[in-house]
C-alpha cells in the first residue's frame, strides 16, 4: 500500500480525505532527512527515518501517539533533500491529523504549536543577537524573555539606502555568486513567493526572505551582515523551490554569512559557538512542546490502554 492512511475503513477519517502523497514505500533508510532535521541537529528527538519506518511497518497506533510529530518545524529539509523522494513531513502533518481525528490531543493543539514555533524563532534571534555582541548568554535563563519578546525595535528602524558606489556594486556581485551556483538577485520583484514559502516566516519582523533579497539588492552590506537574521536561514531550500524567477535564495543567505565570516564581522569561532546556543534554545523548544503535549492529550493512546 502506498500509504498507511489510504487503506479503506468503514469509518471514513479526517486523514483519508486530505492526506498528502507520503511515497514512504520508496525508502531505504539511507538517513538523509535524520541529517537534514535541524531539530535531530540540534536535540536527537526527531528522527524522521524511524517515523516513516514505523510507518512502513503499519504501527499506526504507535505513530500518532509519539510526541516527535509535534517536534517537527514543518521545515521540509527533510523531504527537499530525499534522494528518493519521500516525503516525511506530509507523513507527520498526516499523523497529526490523525491524532485529533481520534481525540488523542485537543483540536486546539496545531494553533498552539504554531504558537510555540513563534516562541522559538524569537529566542533564536535574540540568541543570534546576543552572540552578534561578543555574549554567551544561558539559555535557559533569558528563555521566557526572549520568547515572548518580538525584535520590533531594531526590526523597524529606518534604513538609509546607500549611493551607488564601487564598494555596494562589489558587494551586490559577491552575494550574487556562491561558487558554481551563481543567482541574480536583481531578477528579485518583491512578489513575496519566498516569503509565503518560508517555513519560519511567521513574523515578518523576525524573518523575512524577500526583506533580506531586497536589502542585498540595495548593497546594505552593513545591515545584513550585522543582523541576526541571515543565521535563522534553515537552508530548506523552500524559497528556491518557490521563486517563479529562478533567485536562489537559500544561497545568497549562505553567502551572507560567508562574507559576515570572512570579513570578520563575527568572531571566528562564531560558527561553534551558534551551533552549541541553537541546541540550547531547541532544548528548551522541545521542554515547551513536551508542556503542550501534557496537557493536550485528552484520552491515553489505545495502544497503552491495552497495556
Given at each position: 500500500m502506498s500509504t498507511i492512511y489510504l487503506k479503506k475503513t468503514a469509518l471514513p477519517s479526517y486523514v483519508a480525505r486530505y492526506s498528502q502523497p507520503e511515497h514512504i514505500q520508496a525508502c531505504y533508510t539511507c538517513g538523509t532527512c535524520n541529517?537534514?532535521?535541524?531539530?535531530?541537529?540540534?536535540?536527537?528527538?526527531?528522527?524522521?527515518?524511524?517515523?516513516?519506518?514505523?510507518?512502513?511497518?503499519?504501527?499506526?497506533?504507535?505513530?500518532?501517539?509519539?510526541?516527535?510529530?509535534?517536534?517537527?518545524?514543518?521545515c521540509n529539509r527533510?523531504?527537499?533533500?530525499?534522494?528518493?523522494?519521500?516525503?516525511?513531513?506530509?507523513?507527520?502533518?498526516?499523523?497529526?491529523?490523525?491524532?485529533i481525528s481520534r481525540k488523542?490531543?485537543?483540536p486546539e493543539l496545531a494553533e498552539q504549536h504554531k504558537e510555540v514555533l513563534k516562541r522559538l524563532l524569537n529566542a533564536l534571534w535574540h540568541a543570534a543577537d546576543a552572540l552578534l555582541d561578543g555574549e554567551y548568554p544561558k539559555v535557559a535563563e533569558h528563555w521566557e524573555q526572549w520568547a515572548r519578546t518580538s525584535p520590533s525595535d531594531k526590526a523597524n528602524q529606518l534604513i538609509k539606502l546607500p549611493?551607488?558606489?564601487?564598494?555596494?556594486?562589489a558587494f551586490r556581485q559577491m552575494v550574487r555568486g556562491y561558487g558554481v551556483n551563481a543567482t541574480s538577485i536583481s531578477s528579485c520583484f518583491t512578489c513575496r513567493e519566498c516569503s509565503n514559502a518560508c517555513p519560519i516566516c511567521l513574523d515578518p519582523r523576525v524573518f523575512d526572505p524577500v526583506k533580506i533579497f531586497r536589502l542585498a539588492n540595495?548593497?546594505?552590506?552593513?545591515?545584513?551582515?550585522?543582523?541576526?537574521?541571515?543565521?535563522?536561514?534553515?537552508?530548506?531550500?523552500?524559497?528556491?523551490s518557490a521563486c517563479s524567477q529562478g533567485v536562489k535564495g537559500a544561497l545568497i543567505i549562505r553567502q551572507l554569512q560567508h562574507i559576515a565570516y570572512e570579513e570578520g564581522v563575527v568572531?571566528?569561532?562564531?560558527?561553534?559557538?551558534?551551533?552549541?546556543?541553537?541546541?540550547?534554545?531547541?532544548?528548551e523548544y522541545i521542554r515547551e512542546i513536551d508542556k503542550l503535549l501534557e496537557a493536550a492529550r485528552s484520552v491515553k493512546p489505545p495502544y497503552l490502554k491495552q497495556v
Open positions: 541529517s537534514a532535521c535541524p531539530v535531530n541537529a540540534a536535540t536527537s528527538r526527531l528522527r524522521p527515518m524511524e517515523l516513516v519506518y514505523k510507518a512502513r511497518l503499519g504501527l499506526l497506533d504507535e505513530l500518532v501517539s509519539m510526541p516527535d510529530i509535534w517536534y517537527c518545524m514543518d527533510c523531504s527537499n533533500f530525499c534522494p528518493m523522494m519521500v516525503k516525511p513531513l506530509s507523513l507527520i502533518q498526516n499523523l497529526r491529523a490523525e491524532a488523542i490531543v485537543c549611493s551607488d558606489t564601487p564598494q555596494t556594486t540595495f548593497g546594505l552590506k552593513d545591515e545584513l551582515l550585522r543582523s541576526p537574521c541571515i543565521w535563522l536561514c534553515l537552508d530548506c531550500q523552500s524559497c528556491m568572531a571566528k569561532d562564531f560558527p561553534v559557538r551558534w551551533q552549541q546556543l541553537k541546541g540550547e534554545v531547541y532544548g
